[in-house]
């Protein structure tokens, strides 16, 4: 009998993501086929303390279901690889990017990705001035309201008026040091899930998420029982290729590798599509729309986690193979 391959997966974490990071584990866990995998539940807990070490001889593979800082923004990446394990996923650069919605839209804006009219500015900044409007003056009610660097709709607030305003940059400021604003945009609400390495990822079919009331809050998402998505979207074939290669682009433009879910804007009436987000560790609740998106697209849950760890082992092979390179062309 083949040995089965060690999976440690990771969840939790200090983040005010942690609970959201419980459910996608433990999904993930259920899922894994335990005739190839044998499963390593590491359960982070909120002040960040691990209940063991990783080594290299202890997992052959790491699956960092962690949400939100320490965990999604190149962190845990970055430890991982100073220990040598494979892990699942975007790398350090990517995770970063995508995990601070500044610095992503930045790195769309340069690629000539559409993104949502915004400003952004940091805590000393809004604290410096005296006139709160003067920031925001560029943008129309309604805004949204958002920490840049966290996920899962935490921290945000939908606003119209200056002391909305006020009171959501105040609870935006618990999460982040740095604040984003956002115009809203009245449009459909569209995901595309991405899978695959640097060269040749590919697009899932596009969903459409089922937004009650103004927005997609935290609620919604993760505590209600009501369905949140169509999956595929009923779109016209012209915009459903469009999505799924903006999506791409998006995955490109961060440097993204293994996966990730690129959130939209579709404006029916104009027909202007924008990418809102792009999440590098999306869900993996059993209600994932990502996960979702893959199944209707031909590729069931268990193997969609069968090509995820596959291409984690593939990029540690493609490390190697450089770094041994580097060393015989050095003479070392």
């Known amino acids: 009998m083949t040995e089965r391959v060690r999976v440690a997966v990771l969840a939790g974490g200090p983040s005010a993501e942690h609970e ?32 063991v070490e990783l080594r290299r001889d202890q997992v052959d593979v790491v699956f960092p279901v962690l949400h939100g800082p ?19 996923g975007c790398g350090v650069l990517a995770s970063a990017v995508a995990m601070d919605k500044v610095a992503m839209r930045r790195a769309f804006l340069a690629e000539g990705i559409p ?9 000393h900044e ?15 009610w309604p805004m949204y309201v958002k920490p840049s660097g966290l996920g899962s709709s935490i921290g945000i ?35 595309c899930g991405v899978l695959g390495g640097h060269d040749f990822p590919e697009a899932s079919l596009p969903g459409e998420l089922l937004v009650p009331g103004d927005w997609l809050d935290y609620e919604a998402k993760y505590l209600s029982n009501a369905e949140i998505a169509t999956i595929p979207a009923v779109l016209p074939e012209r915009v459903a290729e469009e999505v799924r290669e903006t999506s791409l682009r ?5 440097g993204g590798y293994g996966l990730a879910r690129v959130d939209f804007l579709y404006e029916e009436e104009s027909g202007r599509l924008y ?19 893959w199944a209707e ?3 069931p849950y268990p193997d969609l986690l069968r090509r995820l760890i596959d291409l984690a082992f593939a990029r540690s092979r493609q490390v190697i193979a450089r770094s041994r390179h580097v060393t015989v062309r050095s003479g070392k």
Do not use: C
């Open 126 to 140: 809004w604290r410096a001035t005296i006139d709160s409007w003067g920031l925001v003056k560029s943008l129309d």
């Open 115 to 123: 993104v949502t009219p915004g400003v952004w500015f940091t805590e």
């Open 250 to 254: 998006a995955f490109r433009a961060i």
């Open 297 to 299: 697209s031909g590729v």
């Open 157 to 191: 607030s939908r606003v119209t008026s200056m002391e909305e305003l006020r009171a959501g940059v105040e609870l935006a400021l618990t999460h982040d040091r740095l604040v984003i604003v956002e115009q809203e945009v009245a449009a459909r609400e569209l995901i």
């Open 70 to 88: 320490f965990g999604e923004d190149g962190v845990v990446q970055g430890h991982l690889e100073t220990l040598g394990i494979p892990y699942v």
């Open 20 to 51: 959201v990071s419980l459910q996608s584990a433990h999904a993930v866990l259920d899922a894994l086929p335990k005739e190839l995998y044998e499963p390593v539940p590491v359960i982070i807990d909120r002040q960040g303390r691990w209940p």
């Open 275 to 293: 990418v809102l987000e792009i999440n590098t560790m999306p869900g993996f609740t059993a209600r994932s729309v990502y996960a979702r998106a």
